[in-house]
């Protein structure tokens, strides 16, 4: 009995893991069954041999999932087919299988992302087969539906591809959204291949294409066939074929995985990829068209690149796309996208100067040019008549000399640029400016002019200023207009502020203060905790049921209209946030003439007074890291979390608070610049304190939170140094002077030991240290567009996301020179 007993459960055991296995590997689905997008997901269906995969995918760094197929057997999961490629799965979205839609993708909260399009009848099931194509089936068992016809970048053996079908590209090797290339059979047979021009889909001249099938025109092209020997072929109506890879040998579907993609730079490749595990070989590539995609692409668009770059061809036949010298890329985690001078040119600023040959010089560049951005051909011309041209001419950004007399002039932006060997020699001359000074005196990116030169310069420009009396008098004449101009501003504002003040309402639950018990919770106004520019900090204690220590600050009042500003800002923005890296703001007093805020108390002083000490033992490395994270915090709260998104404007030591934990508690926002929800920018006086001002509030440039960035980027350096921004120092470590651009020079030459010289722990800690100086680097990049958002710099702290190698910050000492 006992025995019986024994087999009947090691018999259940058996069926149910046999069971188990059949349902992990079936290939098949019913109405009604479903996936579900979840990390580490077993979820899906496989082809019956195992080598193909069916489900959700998640995106790598998000929370987001695509539906698609893979291969199963090979590391990389390659991706061969994907659905919602502009609408991808939050985590915990489900994929149904239902008779009148067919698939169908919701979200968490039963938004419809996906569904297959097109039916022409009921479903009852799907099947998955060994060639990788997932099918629809009918009640009739006929295909109503499948990934083969409706392909999105790739092609497999077997597959066909009838007349209009098309696959399109990804944006970039990452990211599935389409991209900017299609391939398409056209009605007439046609194999072509164009770039579009995003978002419209407006399609360019083609780039690649077939041609005709057989000699018979009549015999036009019918479908595009991938059969499984690797021949990809358009298949005429007499079943003529016109081979797309013509000239390649027959590779063996047995001992290979055989994909064609169109990859996300415009190239139709064909790979393949040992199935043996033996074989330590990826995906190599059998061949692709078209042979060279930097000569074929000529559009109107920006061609394979983008504006203002140049493409070359690598050893896979694959473009590479370039910035010239003293271009950078306008995104830098898109290394096929368009570029930008660092460096101001116009006509406008070309006036200030007599002579153009002191703003410009030119780097030249050998059988490179961008053939669609011609403004006018000189011929006959020399070269020197050619460099001359362009330097006298404002809107000449470059020029191609070649043929031995011809000088095309170019302006920006530069597109479908190119190296072409063709062109024998032929020299581009592209203007660069010598040094960085813009319109408004602020350098820009000087790579070719030393830091000292550039002060040496403003200091001379200060002097000669300063020294003419002839232009002291013009500087006195302009001041004495501004000041009238204010003063008449003043008086209109201050009556409006007086008409208005009382329809102005506080739009939080904040308590009341009245002025007298305020003056007496601080005894008198005795204890000075600190003072701005806006007014005084006091200490005091307050009753709410308990004694409660608290600041107090008292706003001047020497400038009504501004106060009544600045305490309406405080009131309605503080008073609605909350977050434990901000201060909060826990009452007010608004009484005659008098403004006054009552926060909660800070007991460790400000950060100023935690990093600036004259004791040799700097604070703990540990603390200071965690403070930098915290202070971060609070700033993505500010720009992207809270109810009215902020922008701070004044971040430095002295406005971070350390509470009695030592939590780093972001104060004082009433230098504050509000943004509606669905703003991004602003354009604004320059607010801030000299020294941690991003340098757009000099160009009269849109403000954005990235002008925190880069006040933060400043104050990390002093988290890291102990020391603060600008200090004097002797001549000879005049150098060290400004903390940016030492902590830069550190970083250049691997000594970043320099910057916590004597500090035992962050000496310990190299590798975190150079990071952070990075990170730092990074954040007061002059250009707003190459800092990283605040979100960004906290998934660098973290460690979530590696830190690139950052460039040249540019003149970021110039604020200390000029105010």
């Not at 990859?263 to 393949?272: A, I, N």
């Not at 403000?703 to 921004?725: N, P, Q, W």
């Given at each position: 009995?006992?025995?019986?007993?024994?087999?009947?459960?090691?018999?259940?055991?058996?069926?149910?893991?046999?069971?188990?296995?059949?349902?992990?590997?079936?290939?098949?689905?019913?109405?009604?069954?479903?996936?579900?997008?979840?990390?580490?997901?077993?979820?899906?269906?496989?082809?019956?041999?195992?080598?193909?995969?069916?489900?959700?995918?998640?995106?790598?760094?998000?929370?987001?999932?695509?539906?698609?197929?893979?291969?199963?057997?090979?590391?990389?999961?390659?991706?061969?087919?994907?659905?919602?490629?502009?609408?991808?799965?939050?985590?915990?979205?489900?994929?149904?299988?239902?008779?009148?839609?067919?698939?169908?993708?919701?979200?968490?909260?039963?938004?419809?992302?996906?569904?297959?399009?097109?039916?022409?009848?009921?479903?009852?099931?799907?099947?998955?087969?060994?060639?990788?194509?997932?099918?629809?089936?009918?009640?009739?068992?006929?295909?109503?539906?499948?990934?083969?016809?409706?392909?999105?970048?790739?092609?497999?053996?077997?597959?066909?591809?009838?007349?209009?079908?098309?696959?399109?590209?990804?944006?970039?090797?990452?990211?599935?959204?389409?991209?900017?290339?299609?391939?398409?059979?056209?009605?007439?047979?046609?194999?072509?291949?164009?770039?579009?021009?995003?978002?419209?889909?407006?399609?360019?001249?083609?780039?690649?294409?077939?041609?005709?099938?057989?000699?018979?025109?009549?015999?036009?092209?019918?479908?595009?066939?991938?059969?499984?020997?690797?021949?990809?072929?358009?298949?005429?109506?007499?079943?003529?074929?016109?081979?797309?890879?013509?000239?390649?040998?027959?590779?063996?579907?047995?001992?290979?995985?055989?994909?064609?993609?169109?990859?996300?730079?415009?190239?139709?490749?064909?790979?393949?990829?040992?199935?043996?595990?033996?074989?330590?070989?990826?995906?190599?590539?059998?061949?692709?068209?078209?042979?060279?995609i930097c000569n074929h692409v000529d559009n109107e668009?920006?061609?394979?690149?983008?504006?203002?770059?140049?493409?070359?061809?690598?050893?896979?036949?694959?473009?590479?796309?370039?910035?010239?010298?003293?271009?950078?890329?306008?995104?830098?985690?898109?290394?096929?996208?368009?570029?930008?001078?660092?460096?101001?040119?116009?006509?406008?600023?070309?006036?200030?100067?007599?002579?153009?040959?002191?703003?410009?010089?030119?780097?030249?560049?050998?059988?490179?040019?961008?053939?669609?951005?011609?403004?006018?051909?000189?011929?006959?011309?020399?070269?020197?008549?050619?460099?001359?041209?362009?330097?006298?001419?404002?809107?000449?950004?470059?020029?191609?000399?070649?043929?031995?007399?011809?000088?095309?002039?170019?302006?920006?932006?530069?597109?479908?640029?190119?190296?072409?060997?063709?062109?024998?020699?032929?020299?581009?001359?592209?203007?660069?400016?010598?040094?960085?000074?813009?319109?408004?005196?602020?350098?820009?990116?000087?790579?070719?002019?030393?830091?000292?030169?550039?002060?040496?310069?403003?200091?001379?420009?200060?002097?000669?200023?300063?020294?003419?009396?002839?232009?002291?008098?013009?500087?006195?004449?302009?001041?004495?207009?501004?000041?009238?101009?204010?003063?008449?501003?003043?008086?209109?504002?201050?009556?409006?502020?007086?008409?208005?003040?009382?329809?102005?309402?506080?739009?939080?639950?904040?308590?009341?203060?009245?002025?007298?018990?305020?003056?007496?919770?601080?005894?008198?106004?005795?204890?000075?905790?600190?003072?701005?520019?806006?007014?005084?900090?006091?200490?005091?204690?307050?009753?709410?049921?308990?004694?409660?220590?608290?600041?107090?600050?008292?706003?001047?009042?020497?400038?009504?209209?501004?106060?009544?500003?600045?305490?309406?800002?405080?009131?309605?923005?503080?008073?609605?946030?909350?977050?434990?890296?901000?201060?909060?703001?826990?009452?007010?007093?608004?009484?005659?003439?008098?403004?006054?805020?009552?926060?909660?108390?800070?007991?460790?002083?400000?950060?100023?007074?935690?990093?600036?000490?004259?004791?040799?033992?700097?604070?703990?490395?540990?603390?200071?890291?965690?403070?930098?994270?915290?202070?971060?915090?609070?700033?993505?709260?500010?720009?992207?979390?809270?109810?009215?998104?902020?922008?701070?404007?004044?971040?430095?030591?002295?406005?971070?608070?350390?509470?009695?934990?030592?939590?780093?508690?972001?104060?004082?926002?009433?230098?504050?610049?509000?943004?509606?929800?669905?703003q991004s920018k602003t354009n604004t006086g320059i607010?801030?304190?000299?020294?941690?001002?991003?340098?757009?509030?000099?160009?009269?440039?849109?403000?954005?939170?990235?002008?925190?960035?880069?006040?933060?980027?400043?104050?990390?350096?002093?988290?890291?140094?102990?020391?603060?921004?600008?200090?004097?120092?002797?001549?000879?470590?005049?150098?060290?002077?400004?903390?940016?651009?030492?902590?830069?020079?550190?970083?250049?030459?691997?000594?970043?030991?320099?910057?916590?010289?004597?500090?035992?722990?962050?000496?310990?800690?190299?590798?975190?240290?150079?990071?952070?100086?990075?990170?730092?680097?990074?954040?007061?990049?002059?250009?707003?567009?190459?800092?990283?958002?605040?979100?960004?710099?906290?998934?660098?702290?973290?460690?979530?996301?590696?830190?690139?190698?950052?460039?040249?910050?540019?003149?970021?000492?110039?604020?200390?020179?000029?105010?």
């Open positions: 009995m006992a025995s019986s007993l024994f087999h009947f459960l090691l018999y259940s055991l058996i069926l149910q893991s046999i069971i188990s296995v059949v349902a992990q590997n079936k290939s098949t689905i019913a109405i009604g069954d479903s996936f579900t997008a979840q990390t580490n997901n077993s979820q899906w269906l496989l082809s019956p041999s195992g080598e193909f995969a069916f489900g959700f995918l998640p995106l790598e760094g998000t929370d987001l999932f695509l539906l698609s197929i893979w291969y199963a057997k090979i590391s990389d999961k390659t991706v061969v087919w994907y659905a919602n490629r502009d609408s991808p799965a939050p985590k915990g979205s489900k994929v149904e299988l239902n008779a009148n839609d067919g698939l169908v993708i919701t979200s968490p909260n039963g938004d419809s992302l996906w569904n297959t399009e097109g039916l022409n009848a009921k479903v009852s099931n799907g099947v998955f087969n060994d060639t990788g194509n997932f099918v629809l089936k009918g009640e009739k068992l006929n295909s109503v539906w499948e990934t083969f016809q409706s392909p999105s970048d790739t092609f497999l053996p077997t597959q066909t591809l009838q007349k209009g079908g098309k696959l399109s590209s990804r944006l970039k090797e990452t990211n599935f959204s389409k991209g900017r290339f299609e391939l398409l059979l056209q009605d007439d047979g046609n194999l072509v291949m164009h770039s579009i021009n995003l978002p419209s889909g407006y399609a360019n001249e083609n780039y690649y294409e077939s041609g005709t099938v057989g000699s018979n025109t009549s015999s036009a092209g019918t479908q595009l066939v991938f059969d499984r020997s690797g021949y990809l072929y358009v298949k005429g109506e007499n079943n003529e074929k016109y081979n797309v890879s013509e000239g390649v040998n027959k590779v063996s579907t047995t001992d290979f995985y055989l994909r064609a993609t169109l990859t996300f730079d415009g190239v139709f490749t064909l790979y393949k990829h040992p199935k043996s595990s033996t074989q330590s070989e990826g995906w190599t590539i059998v061949w692709s068209k078209p042979d060279n668009g920006s061609g394979v690149c983008g504006y203002n770059s140049f493409c070359t061809l690598g050893d896979d036949k694959r473009p590479i796309c370039q910035c010239p010298q003293r271009y950078v890329l306008v995104d830098p985690d898109d290394p096929n996208g368009s570029c930008k001078p660092d460096f101001i040119q116009g006509c406008a600023e070309d006036e200030l100067s007599k002579n153009r040959n002191d703003l410009y010089d030119f780097k030249i560049l050998i059988d490179t040019d961008w053939p669609m951005a011609d403004s006018v051909l000189q011929r006959p011309f020399t070269e020197e008549a050619c460099k001359k041209s362009c330097m006298e001419d404002c809107f000449c950004s470059v020029a191609i000399f070649r043929l031995g007399d011809s000088c095309w002039k170019k302006k920006l932006p530069l597109s479908n640029g190119k190296v072409d060997k063709t062109l024998n020699g032929a020299k581009a001359f592209l203007k660069v400016r010598k040094d960085n000074i813009s319109l408004a005196g602020v350098p820009q990116n000087p790579t070719n002019v030393t830091k000292n030169n550039n002060r040496e310069t403003l200091v001379l420009v200060l002097s000669v200023l300063f020294g003419s009396s002839a232009i002291l008098n013009v500087v006195f004449i302009v001041a004495i207009c501004v000041s009238a101009s204010f003063i008449f501003q003043y008086k209109k504002k201050l009556r409006r502020v007086s008409k208005n003040d009382t329809s102005v309402e506080i739009q939080s639950n904040l308590r009341c203060f009245t002025y007298k018990e305020l003056q007496e919770a601080t005894n008198g106004f005795y204890k000075e905790l600190g003072r701005g520019a806006f007014g005084i900090v006091y200490e005091g204690v307050i009753n709410t049921g308990s004694r409660t220590r608290v600041a107090v600050k008292k706003l001047n009042n020497f400038l009504l209209d501004q106060a009544h500003r600045e305490f309406r800002n405080e009131l309605n923005v503080i008073g609605l946030t909350h977050h434990k890296n901000l201060v909060r703001l826990l009452g007010f007093c608004e009484g005659g003439s008098e403004r006054l805020l009552v926060y909660e108390f800070m007991s460790n002083g400000t950060l100023a007074s935690f990093l600036f000490n004259d004791e040799i033992l700097k604070p703990s490395w540990k603390l200071r890291l965690e403070l930098a994270i915290g202070i971060a915090r609070g700033l993505v709260y500010l720009h992207e979390e809270c109810i009215t998104r902020i922008i701070h404007c004044d971040i430095k030591p002295q406005n971070i608070l350390l509470d009695d934990y030592f939590n780093a508690r972001i104060s004082d926002f009433g230098l504050a610049k509000l943004l509606n929800m669905n607010r801030g304190t000299k020294g941690y001002v991003a340098l757009e509030w000099f160009k009269n440039s849109p403000i954005t939170a990235k002008v925190d960035v880069y006040s933060f980027g400043v104050v990390l350096l002093e988290i890291i140094s102990c020391r603060r921004c600008v200090e004097e120092m002797e001549q000879e470590d005049e150098e060290q002077a400004i903390l940016t651009d030492w902590a830069y020079d550190c970083y250049k030459d691997g000594a970043v030991d320099a910057l916590v010289e004597g500090d035992i722990e962050a000496l310990a800690d190299k590798e975190k240290l150079e990071k952070l100086v990075m990170i730092a680097i990074w954040c007061v990049q002059e250009d707003p567009y190459l800092r990283p958002t605040m979100r960004n710099v906290i998934h660098m702290l973290e460690g979530t996301v590696e830190v690139p190698v950052p460039p040249y910050p540019s003149q970021i000492s110039v604020q200390y020179s000029i105010n």
